[in-house]
């Protein structure tokens, strides 16, 4: 298996060794934020590179198979699908935590809601085992950037953006706005257009912005002063 494994790397493989740096780095420095509504954040990091090598394993190699079909030996779709619920019901728990605007908690729990009720409503029309939750996904996207720009919103009332440059939130918060909005729009002309999404390259400029997104996310692990975080 291990030589299977081995023969079948490429530019999927790449990013793997970067999601464990990222989670390193976050262990290293725990302490600086194991009080904090981070403090889950390893563990978070953790289960995304568990997911990205069991994706890449279910699609690369012939040793491992979620469907019963033998025609899709190689989906590992619903890998995913739970992953980006987990992703979603994480942050938007982070970012109505942190807020102390009783307005802004408000709408980020309404996005949440939304958010696991359009996954819940997709479950009627697409099988997650065979399909990206597309709909599902741009709506989520949608109101994550929305918990997001409330967040900067509420912080940037009292702070400017030079005190906020050793702020693990700011940092993780800049990440997961240049992530969200391109990611839902990629699946979407996936599903939708697949010859112009092999034409454009957009799986090339979607591992690309991961390593920006998990780059956002290093800069804030290594840079991060505990005094600063809010």
Do not use: C
Not at 87 to 115: E, P, Q, R
Not at 134 to 151: D, G, H, K, P
Not at 195 to 217: A, E, M, Q, R, S
């Amino acid at each position: 298996m291990i030589e299977e494994f081995l023969k079948t790397l490429n530019t999927d493989f790449i990013i793997l060794p970067f999601y464990f740096i990222v989670w390193l780095v976050a262990v290293m420095r725990y302490r600086t934020y194991y009080d904090t509504v981070l403090k889950y954040y390893p563990i978070y990091l953790m289960y995304t590179l568990l997911t990205e090598l069991l994706g890449y394993l279910v699609k690369y190699t012939d040793s491992f198979q979620l469907v019963s079909d033998d025609r899709y030996h190689w989906y590992n779709v619903i890998i995913y699908n739970i992953y980006s619920v987990v992703t979603y019901i994480y942050f938007f728990y982070i970012y109505w935590k942190i807020s102390n605007d009783k307005t802004y908690k408000k709408w980020v729990l309404y996005g949440a809601f939304i958010s696991m009720a359009s996954f819940l409503i997709s479950l009627f029309f697409q099988n997650p085992n065979y399909s990206h939750l597309y709909v599902a996904e741009l709506i989520s996207s949608i109101f994550l950037l929305m918990a997001v720009v409330l967040y900067f919103k509420e912080k940037f009332q009292w702070h400017n953006i030079h005190s906020m440059k050793y702020n693990l939130m700011f940092w993780t918060s800049v990440g997961l706005v240049l992530f969200y909005a391109y990611f839902p729009s990629t699946l979407l002309v996936l599903y939708w257009a697949q010859p112009w999404y092999n034409k454009l390259h957009l799986h090339d400029w979607l591992i690309g912005l991961i390593f920006v997104l998990y780059g956002t996310f290093l800069v804030g692990v290594l840079i991060h002063r505990r005094k600063e975080f809010q």
